[in-house]
């Protein structure tokens, strides 16, 4: 492939990387913000509140256990990331 | 055999397995092969310390007093993992990249260095963590108790104080054995962790199997499982908002602040590749740990009676369904918590009660001559000890005073709160460049007060260290001060209510110290190396300093890190600035380093004013203080380029100076050997001339003077061959034509015979060896090294000026090298002289003793020829020779 397209398909990478970085900042947010939902269920008069929210908190437990550990799998420390990039410099489009 | 006594035996076997493991750790580590030791998997289950018995035996109680609300203390820390990259990877890399031992040491070390900073950190944790120890050594003993109850016969109650008195002294034993084998706090205590994670697989399993024993074995299944759970007292969810949302909060402040959280996450920490993985796996830990806690606290509820304390279902519910196994299994996940955060917790402030308040005063009131004469390592491992045994008394103490009552069961969260007021000078300190010292302090003292007022003292009841008139009108009847409604708040939860008051005063006074204060230039340099973490990998260096301090350094060094280590070090970076020996030129780059390895085992305070006081010279210099100040202006950075530029070169200079001295002097000393050496053949020359003249020319002389006379020209011909002798072995040993005659055979009887060719041991000479250490095979050609172990030995028996002499032989085995010293007790040689001693022809001073300065050139060639090397240690007592020689695996590999 021509040198042209090696700078776009790193800087393609680097931006991938800098978005998962940033869903791996809002990740606690959203599992903050959404552990706290079951609060706003006390108005319902159901019996087996308790049940609900007991699923609900672990089913979003995994959830978020889940796309923690896809976000960190990916989500490399810079320096490995750079010198991937480098390295891929000599077969460039070959991923 | 009872139930009890067979839960004495499991629970003997298990502490003797928890050493083993952490024995068979140790030695793993020691003998290098540990790299599973540092595995992602390891580190995860050594961070489930946060799970003590509070959890293990007290989520259960809290779920079936107040419902679901327990989860939130597994919530906080949940949210804070998954959240690793905005929090706790700064965190790792300031740990990592400032030598951090401990969060005192952090919070000192980011507002420059200071102590006062570290002891009241290191008071607040000491306060916060006591109760906590405490409370695991109650639960040991009250699951003790339990099944001493469920026995048929209650006659053998065993005393809980015994029984208290037992753990904290077998957790003493054990921590002081396998925390403190390394003075440096920043190596992995390999031991501990694997033990630690050893534990967490046991307390996971346990409360699992609890939980399956339940929901499959009592209940009939999950849905069965979950109509109880309908059917039960807490079937209606009602929690407080508040309650909920400042738990979670609280639970994940305490995650980062708790001093031994902090050890496992940051300290023992060794790279991000560790944290990506406890990111999910550590959540995934916590979840597994709560996920039974519902079911288990519905079914006890159910079937145990009313008056059975819910905190011990997790132990009760099997016992009284006859399940003794389940039961003994159960009894060791309650055990493991408990011993595992007290052993992590007892590291944790032994190494800050050392390092900010023993070692400081020690080297208050030794002064100067401590650090350059004092044995540092000693005392400071002492003091590590002693602060081990000292926390784990005062848990002791404190379970006794409180009697077990329930005052225990509510301190978990009260130390929460305790340890969250770290949080503020924590995160300034990393995110907020302007947070100053007296910010924190302020901070600090604010939360800390409003902790103590609001909730600690009360948390011992009314009436008991707070009078009840204080809890119903406040102190001096003003009434918007009680400790439970500050200024006018009432009806709030009590740890909300201090956890809001304590933080939101500590906040105020952290923000509005640092905006008032102005930081000192060292202050500000450590705020900029703390905020810019990530971006910049080395910080600038901080000391300037002579090259007669190196010297010095290296025996401050020795003392703190052990005299190997120090050497490594020195000698490490002397290469790298292209220096032989191990004196390297004292660089702020040097000096940094050298502060950073001496802050991992006295802390960052201390290292810095040990370094301070050697050195002397400015802490900050021009350059760090241009890296501070933004507004700093081009003219000004560019003089400070000069300035070290110039210092680069004076440093050069010195170095040219000192290899323009190095030749000069051999030629002056070639001349004097070329006179010498004339002299030297002359002299046994004319002697054989005239004598034999003698013999030649007169004709009556008696066979006595005939033979005396022949005596005398035989003596001065083996003299002059010896002298030749030398000569030419030099030539060949520096011609590469020499063979070796390989043979094996020990190094202790190598040395007997060198000290008997040398002259004996006695008469006035002393030579001390430790014979045990000498017991090496050697496989190297012995008639050679044998030559260099005589000439070190008669060099000291000539050379050595003390009365009465002594040279002591220490052999040591390090990373497949022997390594051989020799130290006698006289004045040593010079530094200036250092350089040359290994030249050829080189005699130091008028000695009265006679030689041509060969020995030590023919040593060096030797052992350049067997492979190894020898060099003149410096920073002993006398004159040292070190001889290093790689053993007969490593030859054998590398030929």
Known sequence: MSPEHTPLFLARRGYRRRRLADAARVL????????????????????????????????????????????????????????????GDGGAGTR | ????????????????????????????????????????????????????????????????????????????????????????????????????????????????????????????????????????????????????????????????????????????????????????????????????????????????????FVVWGLSGGIGATLARIEASPIARFEVSGSRWVGLTLLSAMAFLTLPRMFQVLVVENEE??????????????????????????????ELLPADANPDLFVLTLPLSEGRDGLAILSFLGGFSSATSMVIVAAIALSTMVSNHVVMPIWLHYSGRAAVVAGDVRTVALMARRLSIGGVLFLGYIYFRLSGGGTALAAIGLIAFVGVA???????????????????????????????????????FGPSVLLPQAVFDHGPWGLSWLRPRALFGTEGMDPVIHALMWS?????????????????????????????????????????????????????????????????????????RQGVSGYLPEPSPDFLQELERALAGSVGAATAHAMVGQIVGGASVTVEDLMAVADEAAQIMEYSSQLEAKSQELARTARQLRQANETLT???????????????????????????????????????????????????????????????LDLSVLENGQVDLNIQ????????????????????????????GSEQVELATDLDRLAQVFINLISNARKYCDAIPPVLSIRATVAEGRLV?????????????????IFEKFSRIGQTKASGAGLGLAICREIMERLGGDISYLPGQKGAAFRVTLPLAEDRMAAQ
């Open chain 2, 272 to 301: 991000d590749e560790h944290l990506r993985t406890a990111a999910w796996a550590f959540p995934t830990y916590l979840m597994l740990m709560s996920l039974f806690v519902v079911p288990i606290a519905v079914v006890g509820l």
């Open chain 1, 28 to 87: 606690p947010l959203f599992g903050g913000a959404l552990f706290c939902l079951p609060l706003l269920w006390k108005g319902t008069e159901r019996a087996g509140g308790t049940v609900q929210a007991l699923i609900y908190v672990f089913g979003l437990w995994v959830v978020l256990i889940t796309v923690s550990a896809l976000i960190s799998r990916h989500l490399s420390p810079e320096e490995q990331a750079q010198d991937s990039g480098r390295g």
């Open chain 2, 820 to 836: 051989v010293d020799f130290v006698d007790n006289g004045s040593g040689i010079s530094t200036d002289k250092h350089a040359v």
């Open chain 2, 1 to 212: 055999m009872t139930v009890l006594n067979l839960l004495v035996l499991v629970c003997l076997l298990y502490v003797v397995l928890l050493f083993g493991v952490a024995f068979a750790a140790d030695r793993a580590a020691r003998i290098g092969r540990a790299s599973w030791l540092r595995s992602s998997a390891v580190y995860t289950l050594s961070l489930s310390i946060y799970c003590t018995a509070w959890t293990f035996y007290g989520a259960v109680g809290f779920a079936a007093r107040s419902g679901l609300e327990f989860v939130t203390i597994y919530l906080g820390p949940t949210l804070v993992m998954i959240g690793w990259w905005w929090t706790l990877r700064r965190l790792v890399r300031v740990g990592r990249s400032q030598r951090i031992t401990s969060i005192a040491d952090l919070i000192s070390s980011r507002y420059g260095k200071s102590n006062l900073l570290a002891v009241l950190v290191t008071v607040l944790a000491v306060v916060g963590t006591t109760p906590y120890i405490a409370l695991q050594l109650q639960s040991v003993t009250l699951s003790f108790a339990a099944f001493a109850k469920a026995e048929p016969s209650p006659t053998a109650l065993p005393d809980m104080q015994s029984t208290a008195l037992w753990v904290a002294a077998g957790l003493a034993v054990f921590t002081i054995l396998f925390g403190t084998r390394n003075l440096d706090a920043n190596e992995r205590h390999h031991g501990v962790v694997m033990a630690i994670a050893m534990e967490a697989v046991v307390k996971l399993c346990a409360l699992l199997a609890v939980g399956v």
């Open chain 2, 503 to 575: 933080l939101l005063l500590n906040v105020s006074a952290f923000v509005l110290g640092s905006l008032l204060s102005f930081p000192q230039p060292l202050e500000r340099l450590q705020g900029a190396q703390f905020v810019n973490a990530s971006d910049r990998a080395n910080a600038p260096g901080g000391w300037s300093g002579g090259m007669a301090q190196s010297e010095d350094l290296l025996l401050m060094a020795q003392r703190i890190m052990g005299a190997r280590e120090a050497q490594a070090l020195f000698a490490s970076a002397a290469r």
């Open chain 2, 744 to 771: 094996t055979g020990t190094l202790e009887a190598l040395l007997d015979r060198s000290v008997r060719a040398a002259g004996g041991d006695g008469e006035g000479f002393r030579i001390l060896r430790d014979r």
């Open chain 2, 665 to 727: 002097q051999i030629s002056v000393q070639k001349d004097g050997f070329l006179s010498q050496i004339s002299h030297e053949l002359r002299t046994p020359m004319t002697s054989i001339r005239a004598f034999s003249e003698i013999l030649r020319d007169t004709q009556d002389l008696t066979p006595d003077e005939q033979s005396k006379y022949a005596t005398i020209i035989h003596d001065e011909t083996v003299r002059l061959t010896r002298l030749l002798d030398d000569l």
């Open chain 2, 421 to 459: 007021q770290f949080l503020p000078a924590l995160m300034g300190g990393l995110f907020w460049r302007g947070a100053t010292r007296i910010g924190a302090l302020a901070g600090l003292a604010f939360g800390a007060a409003v902790w103590l007022y609001c909730l600690f003292l009360p948390s």
